[in-house]
Antibody
């Protein structure tokens, strides 16, 4: 059973870079599509993008200019960087597996953007 | 982007009764080459990540009770809970994966009447 766990700072200052890591256990990161999805408090879900194990990425155009998703196969982890953050980026950030639909999710990591 | 619109925004149903949630996409999510609808449904309870219920519009994820069913094709889809249980109180989302960006509906809150 694959398990995912997000980690990273819970507070980021405006204009700085949000960085999160998703650690994969119970399975190899050298396969599948690895996604980031976020949910502002009390609101709906927004797909941020994915990285395929080959390194191919696909980002939501609404965030593409600020997002980087990368893989670290040696640590069985993948990461999200979102730069130039504002209060609108405050959300629970989830990592999830899937090319189309998402059968496995992490528990989520709340990131607040505030000075 | 494909816009997913759910109705209603909230719904109250008595225990044991049927609950029906609708989802409409701004363009068809039926891929003609394989005759599959690129549509999934999720259940989200407070403080938890979404849980996959249905994919390919009508395929039930392993372990999901058979009171949950999905139907529809093209642009109009329905999630039905045949006999509402207390543990079904949650927010439900539809999601299209016909093309990127992947998009979700705004969610439907299901409560007990």
């Amino acid at each position: 059973q694959v398990q995912l766990q997000e980690s990273g700072p819970g507070l980021v200052k405006p204009s700085e870079t949000l960085s999160l890591t998703c650690t994969v256990s119970g399975g190899s990161i050298s396969s599948y599509y690895w996604n980031w999805i976020r949910q502002p408090p009390g609101k709906g879900l927004e797909w941020i993008g994915y990285i395929y194990y080959s390194g191919t990425t696909n980002y939501n155009p609404s965030l593409k200019s600020r997002v980087t998703i990368s893989l670290d196969t040696s640590k069985n982890q993948f990461s999200l960087k979102l730069n130039s953050v504002t209060a609108a980026d405050t959300a629970v950030y989830y990592c999830a597996i899937g090319e189309y639909y998402f059968g496995y999710w992490g528990q989520g990591s709340l990131v607040t953007v505030s000075s | 982007d494909i816009v997913m619109t759910q109705s209603p925004d909230s719904l109250a149903v008595s225990l044991g009764e049927r609950a029906t949630i609708n989802c409409k996409s701004s363009q068809s999510v039926l891929y003609s080459s394989n005759n599959k609808n690129y549509l999934a449904w999720y259940q989200q309870k407070p403080g938890q990540p979404p849980k996959l219920l249905i994919y390919w519009a009508s395929a039930r994820e392993s372990g999901v009770p058979d009171r949950f069913s999905g139907s529809g094709s093209g642009t109009d889809f329905t999630l039905t809970i045949s006999s509402l249980q207390a543990e079904d109180v949650a927010v439900y989302y539809c999601q299209q994966y016909y093309n990127t960006p992947i998009t979700f509906g705004q969610g439907t809150r299901l409560e007990i009447k």
